[in-house]
């Protein structure tokens, strides 16, 4: 990967005329028409807080923050390469691989929880970790401003600032006396650049100026023409950077100043073009590639040649084709006149239910629901498409040089999580990235098996970075997990699952799993206590003593071996590497165990109290994202103990999760009172999770876990609305996928499915699960075998 291809963009100099640019009263016609009010989010001011109130737009590689100011538009924008750290760093970098020798360190360890059974995180930090050195953090770019001198100060009642979900535009409308002006945003993945268009419904009303500005001094800007160069390099790893932008008018005059401005004055319209790369690549261990000057140049020059209208045009095909595959109904009716931020505050109490009735009110609370549903798959379309890195913890979207957690990776729950909802909620394109960035993983992963644990394979630990980090640090409770590996590799297969190309599980998915699966081969060990295999050490993330055969570690070792026996199987791998995953299969510890209050054990030692309300229930894994635990079964019941246990609070993400936890109980209620503590306490005005600060695996996991009440398919059969919640009684879905190789729309009354539409991609037996077949005696009561053949459409009901 190159960081200037796949969504380079620009600051730039030259030449251009307007394209396709009509009046602004126009525009904003064609935007009403073309989109529903139920997919908007919107505001009557403009944006003051980055975090809590800009509107966020990107193409997975370029991402910008929409802050809708009068007299001053700033657009806040990122490119995902932008790092500082790795190869190069002014402090070094070892790829968190211990820096000298430890002969014997984790065999000490492991020998110590033999005989004391637990030891404390700074314990096994102080003999295992090491101070993290040449990490770095993602960058913001910088900031565009567009100043606009006469603007109104502050907003009146026709100001309206918003996000349009169905079109991937960014909208900003306003009058000053007697003219009507219009701003639209959007970031074109088919361009690769970030498009904005200024435009008023009367003649020679527009007067702007575009600067950028920076909290770093590593960079200079220049302008020349119609084009603005902003070049640098971070002062820590001297990765270079440029980004271009170019603006282009009709009517009026532009010039370009000394300092870095460009000017047009009296124009009827104005738009422009940003493109931005660095000279990042993806390549272990040097991580560069070329200078982006040459790549970010023609991008934005092929941007402008092409046109407004046809960015546009093409832009709204590429987004929709995305977004436009999955409808949800459930009862939601917006209030006339009632912004986005009211909505939510207002959640639970129902807006309008004061004047209209609690008719009313519910179904606001409903638009506000599926809004947020909506949301998480335009987040993930913005933040993740072939190209560019993966949805880091904030996607893409980063306005600091010292962002929380380093705007990284974190591979014990957040970056998986991200992508939960890329295959049911019908966006399996969008990882792409995240295929890439595993198997980039993979060369410096080997180096760290080998040095740290002598083994074959290839591990990362609890965290990384876009430079290969697979290695420790040395903050006790998150330095260690060397599960992870082994947990990134089941959404590669997962992605088999649902689209069933033998082609991509045998190129991409399986030498990955493979490569996991050989690791724990060579890293279990027999327990003493009753001679299963175990891992050890094991730390259950950021949450208590390492033990040996923690209840996670085992559950995410078993999803990989199962995985991969599956997997080798079909795919005709030797007999004799088959033969290894199946007698460690049956020795191995499931890490399911009851404990003495009936809950699902966290630890192997039972351990777990009662009163104890941790954010991580990483001991539930088997139930989700895993699939060892069943609904109705004993280890279901101790999964709801442990989890009631936990109670409803936590960080967003953790409520979002338990949203999937309920949903895979067929707990519909819980699952949705659970969405309600989201909304309510860990999601911000411009709909963003909050941990706090802000971070966005809790808007994908919430969306995900709206998929989990409607449609299940893990244990290979599609359970149609199998945690549904009272407070959706009536409604319908389409569009989502299930394993196998379909999609499904589904219309539900008072609580039960009254028709299902299964589309087939492959031609294969099908179980179908759901009330309409309550009549059924065929493979199980209320379900179904349906033979379908690939691109045929069968009805039910």
Request: aromatic share 10%; hydrophobic share 40%.
């Amino acid at each position: 990967m190159k960081s200037a291809l796949g969504g380079a963009a620009a600051l730039a100099a030259g030449g251009g005329t307007l394209a396709g640019a009509g009046p602004a009263s126009a525009a904003a016609e064609t935007a009403r028409r073309d989109t529903s009010d139920e997919l908007l989010l919107w505001y009557g001011k403009p944006a003051e807080d980055w975090e809590r109130e800009a509107l966020p737009i990107g193409n997975g590689a370029l991402g910008a923050m929409v802050f809708g100011t009068l007299t001053s538009e700033w657009i806040q924008f990122n490119e995902k390469t932008l790092w500082t750290g790795g190869p190069g760093a002014r402090d070094g970098y070892d790829f968190g691989n211990w820096r000298a020798p430890r002969p014997g360190a984790l065999d000490a360890v492991r020998d110590e929880l033999d005989a004391r059974g637990r030891l404390t995180p700074d314990e096994v930090a102080a003999r295992l970790g090491q101070p993290r050195r040449g990490y770095g953090a993602h960058q913001t770019f910088g900031d565009l401003h567009i100043d606009v001198p006469g603007a109104p100060a502050a907003p009146d009642a026709s100001y309206r600032r918003a996000l349009d979900l169905e079109q991937g535009l960014a909208t900003v409308t306003y009058r000053q006396e007697q003219t009507g002006h219009h701003r639209e945003f959007f970031a074109s993945y088919p361009d690769g650049v970030i498009v904005g268009r200024l435009s008023a419904d009367r003649p020679a009303q527009l007067t702007c100026t575009f600067r950028y500005s920076s909290p770093r001094a590593d960079f200079t800007a220049t302008a020349h023409g119609d084009r603005i160069t902003v070049r640098g390099e971070l002062a820590d790893n001297a990765l270079k950077f440029e980004a271009q932008l170019r603006v282009v008018h009709r009517g009026g005059t532009r010039v370009a100043h000394d300092d870095g401005r460009v000017t047009v004055t009296g124009a009827d319209q104005v738009w422009f073009v940003l493109a931005a790369g660095t000279d990042y690549a993806d390549t272990y261990p040097d991580y560069r590639g070329a200078d982006p000057h040459a790549a970010v140049t023609r991008t934005v020059d092929k941007a402008v040649a092409t046109g407004h209208a046809a960015l546009r045009a093409r832009h709204l095909r590429d987004h929709r084709a995305l977004f436009g595959r999955v409808a949800l109904d459930i009862g939601q009716a917006l209030p006339d006149d009632v912004p986005t931020d009211r909505l939510l505050k207002e959640y639970g109490a129902g807006v309008g239910a004061a004047e209209a009735g609690p008719e009313a009110g519910a179904a606001a609370d409903r638009a506000l629901e599926a809004l947020f549903f909506q949301y998480g798959r335009y987040l993930l379309i913005a933040s993740s498409r072939a190209g560019s890195l993966p949805a880091n913890l904030q996607g893409v979207w980063n306005n600091s040089t010292t962002p929380p957690w380093s705007a990284d990776y974190h591979t014990n729950i957040n970056l998986q999580m991200n992508y939960w909802l890329a295959e049911a909620a019908n966006l399996p394109e969008t990882t792409a990235p995240y295929d890439r960035f595993v198997e980039a993983l993979r060369a410096p992963g080997r180096r760290t098996a080998k040095e740290m644990f002598g083994s074959r394979g290839w591990v990362v630990h609890n965290e990384t970075n876009p430079y290969g980090f697979t290695g420790v640090h040395d903050w006790s409770t998150s330095f260690w997990f060397p599960e992870a590996a082994a947990w990134l590799t089941a959404q590669l297969y997962e992605h088999y699952r649902f689209g069933g190309s033998t082609a991509y599980l045998r190129a991409t998915a399986y030498p990955a799993m493979k490569e996991a699966a050989e690791f724990w081969l060579d890293n279990l060990r027999a327990d003493p206590r009753d001679g299963t295999l175990i891992v050890t050490p094991s730390y259950s993330p950021e949450h208590g003593d390492f033990t040996a055969g923690g209840a996670m570690a085992q559950q995410i070792v078993h999803d990989l071996l199962t995985n991969t026996l599956e997997a080798a199987r079909l795919l005709g791998d030797a007999p004799a590497f088959r033969a290894e995953l199946e007698k460690t299969l049956d020795g191995l510890d499931p890490g399911l165990r009851i404990g003495s209050w009936g809950q699902l054990q966290e630890w192997k030692t039972d351990l777990d109290g009662r009163t104890d309300d941790h954010r991580h229930v990483s001991h539930l894994y088997a139930l989700h994202p895993g699939r060892q635990i069943e609904p109705g079964s004993a280890w279901a019941d101790a999964a709801k103990v442990s989890l009631t246990a936990r109670g409803d609070g936590g960080t967003g993400w953790s409520k979002a999760w338990k949203i999937n936890f309920w949903a895979r109980l067929h707990d519909g209620d819980h699952a949705h009172n659970m969405l309600g503590e989201q909304l309510k306490s860990s999601t911000l005005p411009n709909l963003w999770d909050t941990h706090p600060p802000f971070q966005i695996d809790g808007n994908f996991g919430a969306t995900s876990g709206i998929v989990e009440m409607l449609v299940q398919s893990q244990h290979d059969v599609i359970e149609i609305l199998p945690a549904l919640p009272t407070a959706w009684p009536k409604g319908s879905v389409r569009g989502l996928r299930v394993r196998g190789g379909a999609t499904v729309d589904i219309d539900w009354a008072s609580g039960r499915a009254t028709r299902v539409v299964l589309k087939a991609s492959r031609t294969r037996e099908l179980v179908l699960r759901s009330t309409l077949f309550d009549g059924d005696t065929g493979v199980g009561v209320g379900e179904r075998v349906v033979k379908v053949r690939a691109g045929r459409r069968y009805v039910f009901g």
